[in-house]
C-alpha cells in the first residue's frame, strides 16, 4: 500500500483540499465527500489499523448529551410552521405597520425576532416569512427590494439569536458552555436587528415612496385577531426557554424540551394539534436532523484523522506567518477564510471543519471562546444571505412570486450584507458587546 505520508503535510494538505473540492463539484454531498476523504487518508496515510479510529471520532460526537438540543429546537420549528402561530403573531403585530412609514417592514423585523427566540432555525423562519409579510408588503406598494430584503433578512435571525442551533453546534465543537453563548449572543444579535429596523425607517424617511402608508380600506380587509390568543403563548414559550436558560433553572437540553411541551400545548388549546401535523413535524425534524448528523459524523472523522496528521499545528504555523504573528490579523485571516466558506458550504460543515483547528488558536493568542463563537454566528449571518449559495435566498425563493429572481433577491440583500458585515466590525473592535454579562 502506498504511503501517502511520504509526500510531507504540506502536499497532503493540498491534496486533501484538492479532493474536497474536486468531489463536491462532483455533486457528491459534504457529509459523503469528507468520510471518504476521511478513509482514503486514513488508510494511506496511517494505514488500515487506524481505521478503528474514524469510528471513536464519530461515536463521540454522535453521543454529546447536548446534541438531544438540536432535535427539540428543529421540532418547535416545525411545529410552529404547521401551527396558525406564526400568522395570528403576525396579524397581532399589525398595529405596528399602521402610522408609521415603513411600518409594515419593521412589523416583520419584530415577529422575525420573536420566531427567532422560540425556534432558533432560519429555514421555517424565512418561509413563513415569505407566505405572511412579502405578499401584504407587495400588496401595499412597498419597494419590491424593500420588501424582500426585509423579509430574507429578518428570517436569518435565526441563526444569531438564542436559541440558535449554530451557537449549538459551535458550543458542542469548541467544547463551550452554550448557556454562555446564548448570554453572549443576545445583545449583538438585538443591535443586529435594531439595526435593520433603523435602516428601514431611514430609508423610508428619506423616501417615503418606497413604503406608502396603508389606507382604511386596507385595514378594513384586515381579519380581526385576539391579541391574547395570538401574543400570549409565542411570550410565554420564549419566556419558559430562554429564562429557564439565563437563570440556570435547566440545561439547554432541558429547556428545549420544555420548549416543545409548551408549542404542543398551545397548538392544542388553539385546536390545531392532529396526528398528521405532529407526524408531518416529526418527519421534517428527522430529515433536518439526519442532514446535521451526517455532516457531523464525516466532518468529525475528517478533523480527526487531519489532527492526528498535525495539521491543526500545521494551520496554526501558515496563519500566523500570514499574519506575521498578529493577533487581530490572525482573526482576520480566519473571518475572510470563514466568509469565503459560507458562500459554498452549508454552515454545519462549515462549522464542524474550521472550529476544532481555529478555536485553539484563538485560545492560545489570548481570545474568549465565547466571544469567538459570537463572531463566528454573526460571520454565517453573512453566509446565510450571500451569493452564490446563500440558502435564505433559496428558502424564499421557494414561496417568493414567481416573477421575484433569485438574482433580485440577492441584490435586494446587499445592504443587509452591509448591515451584518458592520456589527461584526463592532463585536470585534468591542468585544463587551458580547461579553457584557461577565
Known sequence: MFDLSSIGLAWGSILMLVMMIALLLTGMQLAFVTGFVAIFFTLFWFGPDAVPLIASRTYSFASGYVFLAVPMFVLM????????????????????GRKVRGGVAVQTLLVAVLLASMSGVIGGETVLLGILALPQMLRLGYDRKLAIGTTCAGGALGTMLPPS????????TASVSIGDLFKASFLPAFILAGFYIAYVLIRCKLNPALAPIPSDSDEEDEPQVSYFKALFFPLLSVAVVLGSIYTGIASVTEASALGVVGI??????RGEMSLNMLKESAIATMRTCGMI???GIGASALVGIYNLMGGIDFVEEVILSLSGGSAMGTLLIMMVILLVLGMFLDWVGVALLTMPIFVPIITGLGFDP???????CLNMQVSF???PFGPAAFYLKSVAPKDISLGEIFTSLLPFIALQVLVLSLVIIFPDLAMWWK
Open 264 to 269: 404542543m400545548i398551545s397548538a392544542i388549546i
Open 293 to 295: 448528523m451526517w455532516i
Open 165 to 172: 442551533i449554530v451557537l449549538i453546534i459551535y458550543g458542542m
Open 385 to 387: 444571505l450571500s451569493p
Open 77 to 96: 420549528a416545525a411545529l410552529l410552521d404547521r401551527s396558525g402561530i406564526a400568522k395570528d403573531l403576525f396579524d397581532a403585530m399589525k398595529s405596528v
Open 370 to 376: 465565547v466571544w469567538f463563537g459570537v463572531v463566528f
